[in-house]
Nanobody, 120 residues
Framework: QVQLAESGGGLVQPGGSLRLSCSVSRFALDYYAIGWFRQAPGKEREGVACISRSENYADSVKGRFTISRNNAKNAVYLQMNSLKPEDTAVYYC????????????????WGQGTQVTVSS
């Protein structure tokens, strides 16, 4: 099992920004695709973004969110701009075999999640 740990969530006003961090091992960064999914109460898991050799995004966040990695810090980030109330959810970073179908497949491993609340 790969260990992942999310941080950086919080309360932000609509139109604001947050940067989420995911701590993950160097080996996992090299071996797996790393992505973010979110889950709101009463809703199904929604894949948000994924990074391997390139980046992929869900249509709902394209142009607003940016996923990146810093191997020296064993970290993956999710920069979230122009946040909307519908972005409110618990956000998880996770491992995937690839980013090809990350919006459909169940991730291999994920962390404890971090709460993001967008409200005025």
């Amino acid at each position: 099992q790969v260990q992942l740990a999310e941080s950086g969530g919080g309360l932000v006003q609509p139109g604001g920004s947050l940067r989420l961090s995911c701590s993950v091992s160097r080996f996992a960064l090299d071996y797996y695709a790393i992505g973010w999914f979110r889950q709101a109460p009463g809703k199904e898991r929604e894949g948000v973004a994924c990074i391997s050799r390139s980046e992929n995004y869900a249509d709902s966040v394209k142009g607003r969110f940016t996923i990146s990695r810093n191997n020296a810090k064993n970290a993956v980030y999710l920069q979230m701009n122009s946040l909307k109330p519908e972005d409110t959810a618990v956000y998880y970073c996770a491992t995937y075999d690839s980013c090809n179908r990350f919006t459909q497949v169940v991730p291999g491993d994920w962390g404890q999640g971090t709460q993001v609340t967008v409200s005025s």
